[in-house]
C-alpha cells in the first residue's frame, strides 16, 4: 500500500517539459553570425550574405580519375559460371552423375526383381 502512495506522489509532483522544434519568432532571439566563428567551425556553404572565404591554408581534395572495372550488365556474361566467390572457382561436382548412375542401378535391380517374382509365381 505505501509503494503506491510513493507512486502517486511522485506522478503528481512531476512535470514535463515540452520543447517546440519550430524555430521561435522572438525578436531578442539572435542568431549567431557565421563570421564570429573560427573559420574551422564555420560551415562552407553559400549565405545570405554573399560568398564565404575559405579558411587560410584550406585545399580542396583531389580525387584520383581511376579506372573502374567494366560494367557486368552491359559486357555480358561469358558462361555460367562467371560470378564466383572470393575462394575462387568451385570445381564441378560429380555427387549427380553418381546419384544418376545409382538410380538406374536401382531401377534395373527393381526390373529384375519384379521379373523374377513373377516367372516364379505364375
Same mark, same amino acid.
Given at each position: 500500500? =505505501?509503494? =503506491?502512495?510513493?507512486?502517486?506522489?511522485?506522478?503528481?509532483? &512531476?512535470?514535463? %517539459?515540452?520543447?517546440? =522544434?519550430?524555430?521561435?519568432?522572438?525578436?531578442?532571439?539572435?542568431? !549567431?553570425?557565421?563570421?564570429?566563428?573560427?573559420?574551422?567551425?564555420? !560551415?562552407?556553404?553559400?549565405?545570405?550574405?554573399?560568398?564565404?572565404?575559405?579558411?587560410?591554408?584550406?585545399?580542396?581534395?583531389?580525387?584520383?580519375?581511376?579506372?573502374?572495372?567494366?560494367?557486368?550488365?552491359?559486357?555480358? #556474361?561469358?558462361?555460367?559460371? &562467371?560470378?564466383?566467390?572470393? #575462394?575462387?572457382?568451385?570445381?564441378?561436382? #560429380?555427387? %549427380?552423375?553418381?546419384?544418376?548412375?545409382?538410380?538406374?542401378?536401382? @531401377?534395373?535391380?527393381?526390373?529384375? &526383381?519384379?521379373?523374377? @517374382?513373377?516367372?516364379?509365381? %505364375?
Amino acid at each position: 500500500m =505505501s509503494s =503506491s502512495l510513493v507512486f502517486l506522489a511522485v506522478a503528481f509532483t &512531476t512535470t514535463f %517539459v515540452i520543447v517546440s =522544434s519550430l524555430p521561435s519568432n522572438d525578436p531578442n532571439l539572435e542568431t !549567431p553570425d557565421l563570421t564570429e566563428l573560427p573559420p574551422d567551425i564555420a !560551415p562552407l556553404l553559400p549565405s545570405a550574405g554573399g560568398t564565404a572565404q575559405p579558411p587560410v591554408g584550406a585545399f580542396f581534395p583531389i580525387i584520383p580519375s581511376t579506372r573502374s572495372p567494366p560494367n557486368p550488365d552491359i559486357t555480358g #556474361s561469358t558462361g555460367r559460371d &562467371t560470378a564466383f566467390g572470393p #575462394s575462387g572457382l568451385l570445381e564441378d561436382s #560429380s555427387a %549427380v552423375s553418381q546419384v544418376i548412375k545409382g538410380y538406374n542401378v536401382d @531401377v534395373f535391380m527393381g526390373f529384375l &526383381t519384379f521379373w523374377l @517374382v513373377l516367372v516364379i509365381i %505364375v
